[in-house]
């Protein structure tokens, strides 16, 4: 009897529950799939921000259960914390988690793709556990709800910016631009639709919020012809500015310190850290010099072809955004369904075209939506603001939780057809 070859997925968020989904679709029945992941349920990230304005505890909503999900694919699920990867051995040590004091155990794979995302280091930042906030999960997002409806906060300044980002290195990677901040889209979101929600409450606007950046320019993935409509606004809407504060020193009561120097006064700090590569991916043949997994364009690393890597755990996954993760997972699928599946297409499998999409809350019912290649050398750059990008962010949500992650191939392309042709 022929033994089907194991894929293994690693992590199950975004970026690896889609992957493991459309490996199934691409390579049908003829592989054994395997997904790990420390929680059973997927965290709706993006949509944090709506739910704390609106006073709900994100934890309600955007725990999504996936394993069902897996079943229907015949997706087997490991609730387990990896410590450990042999890619000589192919095969991976890890903890089951579901209660603790497990012994480590360990398990093979024939492929191995690597959707892990990143360690947040908020444990870097002097300050943050007492003076910091953040959207990055939904305990933090609790944590902003409970500070700004319960009358904690008195309306003073608020300070929304990245610590610096170490990008890794490698000269096997493909040519990509080099960023200082790990994702801005954020940063941006946040600053538009805290103005509206502080407007509402009748604690101030734009005034009371100042951006930061440790690059030249914040959003500098945009690129040139977004940024020079988006910084004139900002100006114009009365927010604060600072860029090239090179990182976060510290956090204190009454402000913030960056590593130029320099502070701010704020009582509120809104801060998305650097974003490290986990401790057990660091020094292995795989990595770069900080531990994110070299690829090539089609996500398959070039020492070790039977090793894949997608999202934020992928070196080449600059910035850190779900819209590339996304791309990355179809490539990825079809790579393999052609190689030990059932695909087998008219043409070559095209390699990851890199694209910003991204589309962010404004409050009010209203959002912004971005789609730019100019930062990676194209020439499309379009930037809609109105209802419709508020519309497409939310209906990407009900998308995603109806089809368990597998967004189907005409899900993205529409939602780009519908924002880039929209008059606002």
Known sequence: ??????????????????????????????VKITCMDRKPYLTFIPNIPIEVWNNNNPELSLHFA???????????????????????KRSVEFKPVERSGSAIEEIGYDYLVIALGNNLAFDEIEGFGKYGHTFTDT???????????????????????????????????????????????????????????????????????????????????????????????????GYGYKANTRGI???????????DGSSLEAEMKIIFPNWKAHDFLKGLPISDDQGFIVTDLHMRNPDYPEVFAVGDAASITVPKLGSLGHMEAEVLAKVLGQEIGGYNPNNKIDPLEFELICMGDMGDHKGFYMHTDEWWGGDKSILKMGYTPHLLKMGFKSMYYSTGGKIPSWGLPMSEFIADRTLI
């Not at 609730?79 to 000589?88: A, F, K, P, S, T």
């Not at 020193?249 to 590593?259: N, S």
């Open 249 to 259: 020193k510290r956090l204190y009561e009454d402000g913030i310190e960056f590593e």
């Open 66 to 88: 996936f394993i069902k999900f897996l079943d229907r694919d015949n997706i087997d699920f490991v609730q387990g914390e990896v410590q450990g990867i042999d890619v000589e």
């Open 139 to 237: 305990y933090y997002g609790d944590k902003v709800r409970r500070y700004l409806h319960d009358g904690s906060y008195k309306g003073g300044p608020i300070v929304i910016g990245s610590d610096y980002f170490i990008q890794g290195k490698s000269e096997k990677l493909p040519n990509i631009p080099v960023a200082e901040a790990a994702c801005e889209g954020p940063p941006v979101e946040i600053s538009f639709s805290m103005a509206e929600w502080l407007q509402k409450r009748g604690l101030g606007g734009p005034e009371n919020i100042t951006l930061f950046t440790p690059a030249e320019v914040i959003a500098e993935d945009a690129g040139q012809q977004i940024l020079d409509k988006l910084l004139p606004m900002f100006d114009e809407m």
């Open 1 to 30: 009897m022929t033994t089907q070859p194991h894929i293994l997925v690693l992590g199950c968020n975004f970026a690896g529950l889609t992957t493991a989904r459309y490996i199934r679709e691409y390579a049908g029945n003829s």
